[in-house]
T-cell receptor
Framework: SQTIHQWPATLVQPVGSPLSLECTVEGTSNPNLYWYRQAAGRGLQLLFYSVGIGQISSEVPQNLSASRPQDRQFILSSKKLLLSDSGFYLC????????????FGQGTRLTVV | KQEVTQIPAALSVPEGENLVLNCSFTDSAIYNLQWFRQDPGKGLTSLLLIQSSQREQTSGRLNASLDKSSGRSTLYIAASQPGDSATYLCAVNEAAGNKLTFGGGTRVLVKP
């Protein structure tokens, strides 16, 4: 079965510092990959999704960027973090097609101080 | 653009009562819909996956129905227990590019 390894689980970073969150996929190839953010008490907001290597779609304008250097690797980055970047970040995957179930990493709780 | 809405945003019930959670979506061109559970500070646990061709799916005390034409899904949890307290999220897998869109969630508290 498909799994996503996402790290770190928690992260505390100062305002203005860079960010790099990584997730890697096992058990499947050529999945769609997604980055979501969840602010405290809120729902999951789609930030980026990718249908293949080097292909990134951005859902909301923001301080973040994403890259997919390899088929099973999806990276979320920022050059300078803002306080408003704090939240819970989830990486998700989906094998394309009708009969597939989304699978998720365990999430990263980011606190910008 | 697909929009997914969950009502109510929060729900509090006494133990033993049945729970009814609603999810609505604006674009019926979906492959499937998933229901998830999220405990505070944790990731997502998949509860049920219901395909667009199905009308319902059951697992234990959980039953999910889907009416694709009207853009609605309902999650029923029978005989609620305090351990069912969590946030429940629905997500639709859109046919156009397999984009996964979530609702805002329903926060459930089951009181002993």
């Amino acid at each position: 079965s498909q799994t996503i390894h996402q790290w770190p689980a928690t992260l505390v970073q100062p305002v203005g510092s860079p960010l790099s969150l990584e997730c890697t996929v096992e058990g499947t190839s050529n999945p769609n990959l997604y980055w979501y953010r969840q602010a405290a008490g809120r729902g999951l907001q789609l930030l980026f999704y990718s249908v293949g290597i080097g292909q990134i779609s951005s859902e909301v304008p923001q301080n973040l960027s994403a890259s997919r250097p390899q088929d099973r690797q999806f990276i979320l980055s920022s050059k300078k973090l803002l306080l408003s970047d704090s939240g819970f970040y989830l990486c998700a995957g989906l094998v394309r097609g009708r009969y597939t179930e989304a699978f998720f990493g365990q999430g990263t709780r980011l606190t910008v101080v | 653009k697909q929009e997914v809405t969950q009502i109510p945003a929060a729900l509090s019930v006494p133990e033993g009562e049945n729970l009814v959670l609603n999810c609505s979506f604006t674009d019926s061109a979906i492959y499937n819909l998933q229901w998830f559970r999220q405990d505070p500070g944790k990731g997502l646990t998949s509860l049920l996956l219901i395909q667009s061709s199905q009308r319902e799916q059951t697992s234990g005390r959980l039953n999910a129905s889907l009416d694709k034409s009207s853009g609605r899904s309902t999650l029923y949890i029978a005989a609620s227990q305090p351990g069912d307290s969590a946030t429940y999220l629905c997500a639709v897998n859109e046919a156009a590019g397999n984009k996964l869109t979530f609702g805002g969630g329903t926060r459930v508290l089951v009181k002993p």
